[in-house]
């Protein structure tokens, strides 16, 4: 008989199967499918941003915000695919929106004008509050069941 395993994997978890079935119930939802599809488009928005509101001379931020929205965006697919495997990612989502706020002050490359100020802050507070939306969704999916 082999000995079992210290390690503290989540495929040695005796109730995975269990597990991946509350969270896939938790994620098709309407409720879920609705935050997914938020999720999804404000990190479309936030990589366009740049754009839309005009990042002039601000070239470090505006590579930031693409790259974050589109992550943001990538991270929202996963939730409305997999939910049940991609829900522990969800802390990584509000992070990703405090990010969006605050790295207009952080990143010193061009002055930030009242535009760029006011679009990264609305964005990054969708985008944070999207992300506790999303851990929620998984603390539903643990109670509920």
């Keep these: 008989m082999a ?9 040695h978890h005796p109730d995975l199967v269990e597990m991946r079935a509350r969270y896939e119930k938790a994620g098709s939802t309407p409720t879920a499918q609705l935050v997914e599809g938020l999720t999804f488009l404000t990190g479309l928005y ?29 991270l929202a697919l996963g939730f409305g695919s997999a939910y049940e495997r991609t829900h522990l990612l969800g802390w990584t989502a509000p992070l990703l929106g405090v990010w969006v706020i605050i790295s207009q002050w952080v990143i010193n490359d061009a002055p930030s004008t009242a535009q760029i100020v006011v679009n990264n802050v609305i964005a990054g507070g969708v985008a944070a509050l999207c992300g506790l939306a999303v851990m929620g969704l998984a603390a539903m999916g643990k109670r509920k069941s």
């Design 46 to 74: 936030i990589a366009i941003s740049p754009w839309v509101v005009g990042f002039n001379g601000s070239t470090t931020l505006t590579v930031s915000n693409l790259i974050v929205g589109l992550a943001f965006a990538v």
């Design 3 to 11: 000995a079992p395993t210290t390690g503290s994997t989540i495929e």
